[in-house]
């Protein structure tokens, strides 16, 4: 018998509409029925086929002014860092140094720590994310309080310690050997004990010598089924740094490639200058790329090349994240918002159904996790949010005129932000109601 059902419009995508026609990769169902049993989806279609299934004792919550949607997927987030979202005036280098690793080595701190991730989790809720891959510190510690965090409510939450040997501060450094032998103990703590799975983390080729790149390598091949996370060509002087640090490589994909980097675990943030090159090296080993907009405009990083990216000759896969503290918010919607105007900019004009699914499935993919989150189906967990397209009353006078239910979408992912989301469902139990207005 399910443990709970919801009621709304549904609204998922189940393929990908970059890469094939929108009618066959979105799903829309006007008075929808989501049965959720032992945390999982265990039916979902319309109202009137699947009501008989419903008794007495199942309790149904009803959204009739919302549209329920897979949970957003968070494809790239820094936790340590939300103390300086909105820092002022720098760009990525400068970025890091003033702001960025001061903020982290307050993560040596468990106290810190703790409260943070606490706070974090709660964020992403509130936001109606479900899932996320998280940067964590070079401290230990800040991992094991973002997994003890997100376990308390059952979040599928992936993520890593920083490995970063080199060119930072000394007290937030480790060595290649102790970031190996961290990391190491970390993925035998935590890799698939209830959702938490564990993601290889160096910070990005400027701050890990050869050494310390050739033992994360040796990490991936050590355990199959864990992913890697990292940065890349994401700002100019980062690349020139990259290019005098390591001179015997073609480019900056072929430094991670050299130390066994790129595979299809594998996610790299930004990958705004890659050439085409390296792009095809991504297409080829199936490495993916997490494109993160209000990052790259707020730190003034460039335009990321989202066409050519997903360009059907050569597809990479491409998730969607907020890069928070470098980005500017943790709303998926307003990170939809921004990865539409940086699009037009290039001329190219997303979809809503592209940008949805960049949110949900496409960052799933991205991540490796497609097989149980970023759609509404059968068998995949109950990470649900329930969208109120009429939440602020500008929502409400435009939702008033849509035409259509794609207008209808696309004005919400323009317009809207953490105030349109309703409910947040996390494993079929709700860890988030928005409080009535
Ligand atoms: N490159 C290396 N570290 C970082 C980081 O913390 N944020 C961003 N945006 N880029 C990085
Ligand atoms: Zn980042």
Redesign the pocket.
């Known amino acids: 018998m399910p443990q709970l059902a919801l009621r709304g419009a549904l609204y998922t995508l189940i393929d990908d509409p970059f890469l094939h026609p929108a009618e066959d990769c979105a799903r829309y169902e006007e008075d929808g029925l989501i049965l959720i049993q032992d945390g999982r989806i265990s039916a979902v279609g319309p109202f009137n086929r699947l009501r008989s299934r419903l008794s007495a004792e199942v309790p149904l919550r009803h959204y009739p002014n919302a549209i329920l949607l897979p949970g957003f997927v968070d494809a790239h987030i ?1 936790y340590p ?1 939300v103390e300086i979202i909105g820092s002022y005036g720098t760009q ?1 280098l400068e970025w ?1 140094n003033k702001y ?1 690793f001061p903020t982290e080595a307050k993560f040596n701190d468990p106290e810190h720590s703790a409260r943070i991730a606490e706070f974090f989790i709660s964020e992403l809720q509130r936001n109606g994310t479900t899932a996320a891959s998280v ?1 964590c510190t070079s401290a230990p510690a800040s991992v094991d309080a973002i997994f003890e965090a997100a376990r308390q409510d059952n979040m599928l939450i992936l993520a890593g310690k920083m490995m970063m040997d080199s060119h930072a501060p000394k007290n937030i450094l480790d060595s290649a050997q102790s970031s190996y032998d961290d990391s190491k103990a970390l993925i035998e703590r935590w890799h698939g004990r209830g959702r938490c799975l564990y993601t290889v983390t160096p ?2 080729a400027l701050t890990s010598s050869p050494g310390q790149l050739k033992l994360a390598g040796a990490l991936l091949r050590e355990y199959g089924d864990v992913r890697l996370q990292s ?1 890349i060509s ?1 700002n100019r002087d980062e690349l020139a740094r990259a290019a005098d640090l390591y001179p015997d490589r073609a480019n900056y994909t072929d430094i991670y490639d050299h130390f066994g980097l790129l595979d299809e675990r594998a996610i790299y ?1 930004h990958g705004i200058h890659l050439s085409e090159g390296e792009l095809q090296r991504f297409h080829d080993t199936g490495a993916k790329i997490a494109h993160c907009p209000t ?1 790259n405009f707020f ?1 003034g990083s460039g335009l990321f090349d989202i066409e050519k990216t997903r360009s059907a000759a050569r597809p990479v896969t491409v998730g969607l994240g907020t ?1 928070v503290g ?1 980005g500017t918010s943790f709303s998926m919607l307003q990170t939809m918002s921004e990865a539409y105007k940086m699009a037009q900019l290039r001329g190219i004009s997303l979809t809503a159904a592209q940008c949805f699914y960049l949110a949900t499935l496409g960052s799933a993919e991205s991540l490796g996790i497609e097989d149980r989150v970023g759609s509404l189906r059968a068998g995949y967990a109950a990470d649900i949010v329930a969208l109120d397209p009429r939440a602020t009353p500008l929502l409400e006078l435009r939702s008033e005129v849509a035409e259509s239910l794609d207008e209808l979408l696309f004005a919400l992912m323009i317009c809207a932000d953490d105030r349109a989301v309703e409910a947040t469902y996390v494993a079929g139990e709700p860890v988030y109601l928005r409080a009535q207005g």
């Open positions: 820094h860092q990525l890091l960025t940067f910070r990005f940065h994401e943030g990052s730190i890069d470098g």
